[in-house]
């Protein structure tokens, strides 16, 4: 097989997970390990599936930051839920986006890609890493 275009495209995991689950990789067949575990992985993620209409309308609402392609994926990929995490994400944020930028970056990644957290899963998050309750 010849590729015509290499790297026309980068997807992002929730549309990995579309054509995995298209594939019928969740239902077991004729998937490879490799493919089953990347579902079993995806799957898992506090993202919600989104289509790729949904997806447009999301970057469409952070295009006033003239966020890059990469910064854009990992907002949709990881669903930062803390300014720290967007700071992690955003290459230059407090000169790029400031407190204002990076509160509606994380309002618009709350209503539009992040998942809402199981019960387990919130309570984890505040807790610290030696399992103890943080203030």
């Given at each position: ?6 790297n026309?495209a980068?997807?992002?995991n929730c549309?990995l997970?579309q054509?995995?689950?298209e ?6 067949g004729?998937?490879?390990?490799s493919?089953?575990m ?6 898992s993620q506090?993202?919600r599936?989104?289509?790729?209409e949904?997806?447009t309308?999301f970057?469409?609402l952070?295009?006033?930051?003239n966020?890059s ?5 990992q ?11 967007v700071?992690l994400?955003?290459a230059d944020?407090?000169?790029r ?7 509606t970056v ?6 539009r890609?992040a998942?809402e957290?199981?019960d ?5 998050e505040?807790?610290g ?7």
């Amino acid at each position: 097989m010849k590729l015509l275009q290499p790297n026309v495209a980068v997807i992002c995991n929730c549309e990995l997970l579309q054509v995995l689950t298209e594939r019928g990789v969740h239902l077991g067949g004729r998937a490879l390990p490799s493919e089953r575990m990347a579902h079993q992985y995806l799957a898992s993620q506090p993202v919600r599936q989104l289509s790729g209409e949904q997806l447009t309308e999301f970057f469409s609402l952070l295009e006033a930051y003239n966020l890059s392609q990469g910064e854009l994926l990992q907002l949709a990929n990881l669903a930062p839920r803390t300014p720290v995490e967007v700071h992690l994400i955003v290459a230059d944020c407090e000169s790029r986006l400031g407190d204002e930028g990076v509160e509606t970056v994380l309002a618009a990644v709350a209503e539009r890609v992040a998942a809402e957290p199981a019960d387990g899963a919130a309570e984890a998050e505040g807790e610290g890493a030696n399992g103890m309750q943080e203030e």
